[in-house]
């Protein structure tokens, strides 16, 4: 791990502005070909940033920490729905009572996000941020596609736990089991530059699939932070479901995960569903075949059964991979009636 300095910013202004590169803009392009000297990123809870540093990965001059600016540790209730700051940990949200009673799904799918330890240090922000784990992509070893190569290695190779969707030319899964739910529940992003101006999108639009580019996985600018996490007042009729299987129930990363909404009229047919995919794509997938079949029906077992099975359409699993059809399509039959429950 090469030397650096840490410096600690006091505003969001501060913060954008000390900031001269994203992490992956940092990781493909030279400081010199910025027009910087020196390279500096920003550090929220520093788990995926430190694992990055000693990998050798990442070697930036200076981390520029969130920690002491005021309100990006908040949860906030607004008109609108609630407003969570992106430095709240991941352990404050799963125990938050507002959170636990309007956004169940999102509860479950931060509780079981890695470890006990973990989650009283990775804050929201860096999760929805962190650089895909794919071991290719991990090892200073192969110079592959999205760290500005000319080749996936896994798509070849070692390639059991990566995308059966949108998987050319590279094969990633989206990191972040948070992700997820936050997609399904309609979650949007606000995001502060460092004059002060602000955009807001939905998090399903800020994530970039690989058309868009080869090197990132969201649209995070430079001199930019992530500022709020904006969840949605829910219809009285909405239900919602998490669900992810991992190896052996561990700490690692899902295999395959599932969210689940769907807003059920006094009668209890479906007017609209949210199904999507995590460790599934390059972004969260979105099963918008599953959520044909769920929308403006009843939901039963057979109609559960007959979602789970669309929401496979398009899939192309590699040579080593072929386990996730059977594996997503049981936790979507399996969300779905949870959800209704």
């Not at 070909?33 to 788990?47: C, E, H, N, P, Q």
């Not at 460790?279 to 559960?304: C, K």
Request: glycine share 8%; with cysteine.
């Amino acid at each position: 791990m090469n030397r650096f300095a840490l410096a600690g910013a006091k505003t969001i202004a501060e913060a954008a502005t000390a900031a001269s590169a994203t992490v992956a803009t940092a990781m493909t392009t030279p400081p010199e070909r910025m027009g910087y000297a020196d390279l500096s990123v920003v550090k929220a809870g520093g788990i995926d940033l430190l694992d990055l540093l000693k990998e050798g990965l990442l070697a930036p001059s200076k981390l520029v920490n969130l920690r002491d600016v005021p309100g990006l540790d908040a949860v906030a209730e607004e008109a609108d729905g609630l407003r969570v700051g992106p430095m709240v940990t991941l352990a404050s949200l799963a125990a938050h009572p507002l959170l636990q009673e309007r956004y169940p799904a999102l509860v479950d799918a931060v509780a079981g996000s890695a470890s006990p330890q973990i989650r009283n240090v990775a804050t929201l922000g860096g999760n929805l941020l962190q650089r895909p784990r794919c071991w290719y992509f991990r090892s200073h070893a192969f110079h592959c596609l999205r760290k500005g190569g000319g080749h996936c290695f896994a798509i070849q190779g070692e390639n059991q736990y990566h995308a059966i969707f949108n998987n050319m030319p590279c094969a990633i899964v989206h990191p972040s089991t948070t992700a997820t739910a936050l997609v399904a529940l309609g979650a949007t992003v606000e995001l502060k530059n460092a004059a002060g101006v602000t955009r807001r999108l939905m998090l399903e639009d800020f994530f970039v699939p690989l058309e868009r580019d080869l090197q990132r996985e969201n649209d995070l600018a430079p001199q930019e932070i992530l500022t709020a996490i904006r969840l949605p007042n829910l219809p009285p009729g909405a239900r919602m479901a998490h669900i992810k299987q991992g190896e052996k129930d561990s700490f690692d990363w899902p295999l395959a995960d599932v969210a689940v909404l769907l807003d059920l009229d006094p009668g209890g047919n479906c007017t609209r569903a949210s199904v999507f995919l995590g460790a599934a794509a390059p972004v969260p997938h979105r099963a918008r075949a599953a959520e044909a079949v769920l929308t403006g029906r009843r939901i039963d077992e057979g109609v559960a059964v007959q979602a789970a099975r669309a929401a496979l359409q398009g899939a192309t699993p590699l040579s080593k991979n072929g386990y996730k059809l059977l594996l997503f399509e049981t936790l979507v039959h399996r969300a779905v009636l949870k959800a209704i429950v």
